[in-house]
């Protein structure tokens, strides 16, 4: 089955700690990004990769970074959390060429930070 | 002001009912708009797509789209308790195929 896979699901972490989330397609897209979601604010995008080792940031990228050495994975990484930062986070892939650029998102993970 | 602005609802309709979504944006730029639909506890998919003004229909959608006033809606006919879910336009410029800019999302509910 095609589709986009994130871990954990649900996590709650404290301020400070390092945490990686985890995102993996085996849909073979060149195309990947990270984006989080807030009442009020809708969607927003963090940082996205256009192919392996090619990562830009988006439109809210302070405090994350993230990496693209395969195709399949694009981890998330929060090296020190803040409440902030609190979100509910997707993963997303599509192919790079060809209308209308469907992105296939993952199912979410959920983030708390105290 | 933000870019893409979406009335975030909720709207709670019976079944059966026409349903009008509604996003205006700022950016004459924007060149492809989209209708995303996101179930509780789910990612969103894509569900309708354009990049023309006028209008694109598929079964009981209709997306509209009308550049000289920077609108766009969607239209379900006959909604179902099914169609309950939030709904994010979306939209990008004609030479960024991956950057998306979404409005808030619309939570609809369609009660029996």
């Known amino acids: 089955e095609a589709q986009v896979t994130q871990n954990p699901r649900y996590l709650i972490t404290v301020t400070g700690k390092k945490l990686t989330v985890t995102c993996s397609q085996n849909m073979n897209h060149e195309y990947m990004s990270w984006y989080r979601q807030d009442p009020g604010l809708g969607l927003r995008q963090i940082y996205y990769s256009m192919n392996v080792e090619v990562t830009d940031k988006g439109d809210v990228p302070e405090g994350y970074k993230v990496s693209r050495k395969e195709k399949r994975n694009f981890p998330l990484i929060l090296e020190s959390p803040s409440p902030n930062q609190t979100s509910l986070y997707f993963c997303?892939?599509?192919?790079?060429?060809?209308?209308?650029?469907?992105?296939?998102f993952g199912p979410g993970t959920r983030l708390t930070v105290t | 002001q933000k870019e893409v602005e979406q009335d975030p609802g909720p709207l709670s309709v019976p079944e059966g009912a026409i349903v009008s979504l509604n996003c205006t944006y700022s950016n004459s730029a924007f060149q492809y708009f989209m209708w995303y639909r996101q179930y509780s506890r789910k990612g969103p998919e894509l569900l309708m797509y354009t990049y023309s003004s006028g209008n694109k229909e598929d079964g009981r959608f209709t997306a509209q789209v009308d550049k000289s006033s920077k609108y766009i809606s969607l239209f379900i006919r006959d909604s179902q308790p099914s169609d309950s879910a939030t709904y994010l336009c979306?939209?990008?410029?004609?030479?960024?195929?991956?950057?998306?800019?979404f409005g808030q999302g619309t939570e609809l509910s369609v009660k029996p």
């Open positions: 997303a892939s599509r192919v790079r060429q060809g209308f209308p650029y469907e992105q296939y």
């Open positions: 979306a939209m990008r410029f004609y030479n960024q195929g991956g950057k998306l800019i």
